[in-house]
């Protein structure tokens, strides 16, 4: 397979145990092109809050620009029963300032006030002219790539979608789900592996042990021909076994195992 043109993303997910700062410069060292990032406090990663401390967000607009990293995908931004209308507002002026991506994760599992609060959340990235995609994932209310293809339809043809690996496995997916939709709607697609036989704990799976790409059983090399040329293709392989190394160690091996997926046979 081709590289893509626009080069790799690393999504900070990937390095979560580190902030934002340190993912960049991380994945600069790499090689990466681009890098997805927190940007607001989660009880995983020790970022800090961009839009409370304008040094800290001045630090990370300023190594941006000094590596020449894209910004990727910018999260969090969960639309759970009770949403924080202020802050994601705020969360969205300031992806459209780094120059990424509001990446939505659905999980209020009332359905009908879900579909609300996507609708403005999309009509809040309108107004603050930023991208936004969603995502799919099988334990939100937002469980596959066609549910997230019909919301998307619903919200207007800027709506695009994230699609993650694993998420649709263990969705009980399989590639085919991913050649059904619509090239011009995948926009960013989130590259890591894992046996077929899901874990018991899947959350767990899902934020602290996947494979890298190439190192499991979904046959990712079947995927790469339909992802479309303009996606954004990243790298989210959180690992405690490797989360202990130095930074620029861990990012180079998140290379070397996306770009050997992509290497010729």
């Given at each position: ?204 799976e899902a934020v602290f042990d ?22 954004t293709i990243a790298v989210e ?29």
């Amino acid at each position: 397979m081709t590289v893509p043109p626009n080069g790799f993303c690393l999504d900070h997910l990937s390095l979560v145990n580190l902030d934002a700062l340190t993912v960049i410069e991380a994945a600069a060292s790499a090689g990466f092109t681009a890098v997805s990032l927190f940007v607001t406090p989660i009880p995983i990663s020790p970022t800090p809050d961009l839009l409370a401390d304008k040094a800290a967000r001045r630090a990370v607009i300023s190594a941006l620009r000094d590596t020449g990293l894209r910004a990727g995908i910018i999260e969090p931004f969960m639309l759970d029963a009770e949403p924080d209308w202020d802050l994601l507002e705020s969360s969205a002026e300031l992806t459209a300032e780094l120059g990424g991506t509001v990446n939505i994760l659905g999980l209020d599992p009332d359905h009908a006030r879900l579909r609300e609060s996507l609708a403005r959340m999309v009509e809040i990235c309108r107004q603050a002219a930023v991208p936004a995609i969603i995502e799919p994932y099988p334990l939100s209310s937002i469980r596959s790539p066609s549910q997230a293809l019909e919301i998307a339809h619903s919200l207007g043809a800027e709506v695009g979608l994230c699609i993650d690996t694993l998420h649709v496995i263990r969705s009980g997916g399989s590639w085919d789900d991913v050649a059904c939709l619509p090239a011009d709607r995948i926009r960013h697609v989130q590259l890591n592996d894992g046996p077929i036989e899901p874990p018991h704990d899947r959350v767990n799976e899902a934020v602290f042990d996947r494979l890298l790409p190439g190192e499991g059983e979904f046959g990712l090399g079947a995927l790469l021909p339909l992802l479309p040329h303009h996606a954004t293709i990243a790298v989210e392989a959180p690992s405690r076994a490797l989360a202990k190394g130095d930074p620029h160690e861990r990012a180079a091996r998140l290379m070397e195992a996306i770009k050997a997926l992509y290497a010729p046979e």
